[in-house]
C-alpha cells in the first residue's frame, strides 16, 4: 500500500473490505506502506519471503508493484503467489498479472466533462476484476 491506514482513503478502503470478508483485520506483519512502484514491490517480496509463513496471496496496490513481486519469486525460484495488481498498466498484460481496472481514463473523462459544464455530480464508474491465468489458478 502507498500510504498507511490513517492517511490514505484507498488504504481504508482496502482494509475494510479485506475485513469485511475475513472478519478480521489483515495481520500488520503481511501489510507494507511505502511501496510505490517496481523496486519497492521487489524489495516487499524479500520481505514477504523472510516472514515464517510466506503469504499465499499479495495485492498491491500497481501492476508495477505487483511485477516487482512477481519478479523477485521468480528469481528466488519460489513459488509465486497468486498476485492481483491494480491499474491494468501494460507490465500486467505483458506479465499476464491480474489486476482490477478502474477506469481512470473513464474517469477522468467524466471529471474534465463535468468541470467544462460546471457541474457538481456523481458519477459512478465501476472497477473491474481481470484475471489472467499466466500465475493465478486460486482465483
Known amino acids: 500500500m502507498n500510504r498507511d491506514y490513517d492517511h490514505s482513503p484507498t488504504t481504508q478502503a482496502a482494509v ?29 517480496a524479500e520481505y514477504f519471503l523472510s516472514l515464517p509463513k510466506p503469504s499465499d496471496f499479495i495485492f498491491a496496490n500497481s501492476d508495477n508493484i505487483a511485477a516487482g513481486i512477481f519478479q523477485y519469486y521468480r528469481n528466488q525460484q519460489q513459488p509465486i503467489p497468486t498476485i492481483v ?25 467524466n471529471a474534465v466533462d463535468l468541470v467544462i459544464n460546471k457541474k457538481v455530480q456523481h458519477i459512478p464508474v465501476s472497477s473491474e476484476f481481470i484475471r489472467r491465468t499466466g500465475q493465478v489458478s486460486s482465483i
Open 85 to 109: 495488481g491494480q491499474k491494468n498498466e501494460v507490465v500486467s498484460r505483458l506479465m499476464n498479472i491480474s489486476t482490477i481496472d478502474h477506469h481512470y481514463d473513464e474517469v477522468g473523462k
Open 16 to 44: 475494510d473490505c479485506y475485513e469485511q470478508v475475513f472478519h478480521q483485520k489483515p495481520k500488520t506483519e503481511y501489510t507494507v506502506t511505502g511501496v510505490l512502484g517496481y523496486e519497492d514491490g521487489y524489495q516487499a
